[in-house]
């Protein structure tokens, strides 16, 4: 290999060694936010509050708006993600209604 495919692969491994760290703090950040909209269900239920808040989801929704353009991603996808969250946490808030 020369210097320049040398420097490459190593800078691909650092890239890759981020990248699964990310991926590990994505996995457990997702972990801990379950069991919290988990106890939440629960409560819900105990209380025989509705499984979903939809004034609660807009305002998520538009705060991971503003987020993402602060950070640099694109708002349609973190719109699009969290919607598929909140649509999992629903259906885990239902089960805990039955």
């Known amino acids: 290999m020369t210097d ?10 650092e890239h890759r060694a981020a990248i ?6 994505l996995v457990y950040t997702l972990a801990e936010r379950f ?6 269900g629960r409560l819900k239920a105990e209380h025989d509050l509705p499984p ?14 503003r987020l993402a353009q602060e950070a640099g991603l694109d708002p349609a996808f973190a719109k699009e993600f969290l919607a598929f969250i909140i649509e999992e ?4 808030h ?5």
Not at 4 to 13: I, Q, S, V
Not at 35 to 40: D, I, L, N, S
Not at 94 to 98: A, L, T
């Open 89 to 92: 946490v629903i259906r885990h």
């Open 52 to 65: 979903s808040d939809p004034a609660r989801e807009e305002q998520q929704i538009a705060r991971l708006e």
């Open 20 to 25: 699964d760290r990310l991926d590990a703090i």
């Open 35 to 40: 069991t919290r909209t988990q106890a939440v």
């Open 94 to 98: 239902r089960k805990h209604q039955s």
């Open 4 to 13: 320049t495919a040398d420097r490459a692969a190593a800078l691909l491994a």
